[in-house]
């Protein structure tokens, strides 16, 4: 349902807003004079702790989904898409999942794979979910004279609990796949903290499932 239109002059665009009557969530139309045709699934993901739980479930859900389930189909949309650009990021208080191409036919199925990652994510399967999620924010390696130890593969931009979900100030939303920086390798107390994110991510979205199955 259309809420309302506005136009940019300066920018030489037009802007729409819906609402999708079934679900509720915002849809924004851009109409632009750009050869690119953009798409972007945008969630609000304010983190309730330092676990890193949002960041964790941005990279797990681009991996496998229930129509495509390839293990890295991100991976695999690089390597065979016609995209001019395919990616996600966390933000303090969001993750976005946007993807771009010029060719139309590349750009619907660019679109497909990222909406059923979004809401069909095989996370979400008992059996694989755990796994994936654990992969997420844990990898094994080998400790510098410990023997086998753990290094994390999925670091967190922000060190607090609560930042600013109301501002922009927050840390810069972060690329995926490659970690974020940070100012100190992480240790052994935050190889532990992403691992209980990582389990704690799975409860929450079973909760959640089994909630709105009910």
């Known amino acids: 349902m259309l809420q309302r239109t506005e136009e940019v002059a300066e920018r030489g665009i037009s802007i729409s807003m819906y609402t999708h009557e079934a679900t509720g969530a915002q849809v924004m139309l851009v109409d632009a004079p750009d050869a690119n045709k953009v798409f972007s699934a945008n969630f609000r993901t304010l983190p309730k702790d330092s676990t890193g739980v949002p960041h964790i479930l941005e990279h797990s859900v681009l991996c496998g989904s229930k129509r495509y389930p390839s293990k890295e189909p991100f991976v695999d949309l690089l390597k065979g898409s016609l995209k001019t650009f395919l990616n996600a990021m966390t933000g303090a208080d969001r993750t976005m999942y946007p993807v771009a191409s010029q060719n139309k036919q590349d750009f619907f199925n660019l679109v497909n794979v990222y909406l059923d990652a979004c809401l069909n994510p095989r ?60 100012p100190n390798p992480p240790r052994a107390g935050g190889v532990a903290l992403h691992g209980r994110g990582a389990r704690r991510a799975h409860q929450v979205l079973r909760r959640r499932v089994q909630r709105d199955e009910g």
């Open 123 to 182: 996370i979400l399967e008992p059996e694989h979910g755990p796994r994936i999620l654990e992969q997420a924010g844990l990898g094994l390696g080998l400790g510098l004279g410990l023997g086998l130890g753990v290094r994390v593969r999925v670091r967190l931009r922000v060190r607090g609990p609560n930042p600013d979900p109301h501002g922009l100030g927050g840390p810069n939303p972060h690329p995926h796949p490659s970690p974020s920086p940070h």
